[in-house]
């Protein structure tokens, strides 16, 4: 039958196509070794745990760009960063499907996980490589988005995503994506930073806790610290445009340098500190650098909060004891290296 014949033919094809893609997959994975570039797909499952998303919305129908597809369900080794395939018993299966992307029908639409800007193929993988292939820049997909206030995107190197589950914690310790799902980045530059940050939120909750004489839910209190003392900070330092002169730095990472500064000059001149609040601390961090100062700046009023500098470090010290506990209970138990698996 004609129909036939023309499928053997595009089949025919494809195994000529699938050869010389396996050949660019073994020399791209070797040029990346070479280069101490990972060329590894996503790992769905990995990111899903390492991220603590637990939300699914279906999205629809969409057409998505290939280049954003950066993972997989359960054939990330399969195939690697680019879609070319690695195995040469994936030959048959692969040729059949460019024999029906070639074909009449053409393919149907594949089924993908969002997160961040990244997509994982939960079903399909085959015609992601198969549409690359073929020059394809889009893909019809189901798409399936899990809702993540982490920047998650294609090409993250494995420092990236251990910075990215360490902002995942504070988030998820804090709730602060329930009670302010729109908040601003508190993204830091050094992951062990968050212990820090979340001994301030721990911090504000026993302040809280004096003041009203109860006790005082994490939630509660970090959804307090967000509106009463960071958001306020990082009002100030857009309005001035402080991070300018802070490259490779974000408004957190600043925020901890001000209210560590507060903390330092109070302890040094006690209730007569000349700097008090968030925006003379910003007068501080740019006289110091030998920075200009906007003269509406000298005259900014804030509201922020005063910390002693001894209340502190002593709630630091205990979250970073805390957090150190967790990991060595997290960590894996040594393996015993004369069994072979």
């Known amino acids: 039958m004609p129909n036939d014949q023309y499928q053997d033919t595009n089949y025919a094809e494809g195994i000529g196509i699938f050869q010389g893609a396996r050949l660019r997959?073994?020399?791209?994975?070797?040029?990346?070794?070479?280069?101490?570039?990972?060329?590894?797909?996503?790992?769905?499952?990995?990111?899903?745990?390492?991220?603590?998303?637990?939300?699914e919305n279906y999205r629809g129908l969409q057409d998505v760009p290939l280049e954003q597809i950066a993972g997989s369900v359960g054939r990330y080794r399969e195939f690697n960063d680019r879609f070319l395939p690695r195995r040469h018993n994936m030959q048959e299966r692969w040729s059949r499907v460019y024999a029906q992307a070639t074909g009449m029908t053409g393919l149907p639409p594949i089924e993908l996980y969002k997160v961040g800007d990244v997509y994982f193929?939960?079903?399909?993988?085959?015609?992601?490589?198969?549409?690359?292939?073929?020059?394809?820049s889009h893909i019809q997909a189901h798409v399936t988005e899990l809702p993540t206030n982490v920047p998650v995107y294609p090409g993250m190197s494995e420092k990236e995503l251990d910075d990215a589950a360490a902002y995942a914690a504070f988030l998820d310790e804090t709730y602060l994506s329930n009670t302010r799902p729109h908040h601003v980045s508190l993204q830091l530059s050094e992951k062990s930073r968050y212990a820090d940050l979340l001994g301030h939120t721990y911090l504000h909750r026993q302040i809280m806790e004096q003041s009203h004489k109860e006790e005082i839910s994490i939630e509660s209190a970090t959804a307090d610290w967000y509106d009463n003392v960071f958001r306020p900070a990082v009002t100030l330092i857009r309005k001035y445009n402080i991070l300018e002169h802070q490259k490779g730095r974000t408004e957190a990472d600043l925020y901890l340098w001000l209210v560590e500064h507060l903390s330092e000059v109070k302890a040094l001149f006690g209730d007569g500190a000349p700097t008090r609040g968030f925006a003379d601390a910003i007068v501080d961090f740019l006289v110091e650098r030998g920075l200009q100062v906007p003269k509406d700046l000298l005259v900014e009023k804030d509201d922020t909060v005063e910390i002693a500098r001894p209340q502190l470090e002593a709630e630091l010290e205990r979250m970073r004891e805390q957090m150190n506990a967790q990991l060595s209970d997290d960590a894996p138990a040594p393996q015993d290296e004369s069994v072979n698996e």
């Open 25 to 55: 997959a073994f020399w791209h994975d070797f040029l990346s070794f070479l280069s101490g570039k990972s060329a590894e797909l996503l790992s769905f499952d990995a990111i899903r745990a390492r991220l603590r998303l637990r939300e």
């Open 121 to 136: 193929v939960r079903d399909g993988n085959h015609r992601v490589s198969v549409a690359r292939e073929m020059g394809a």
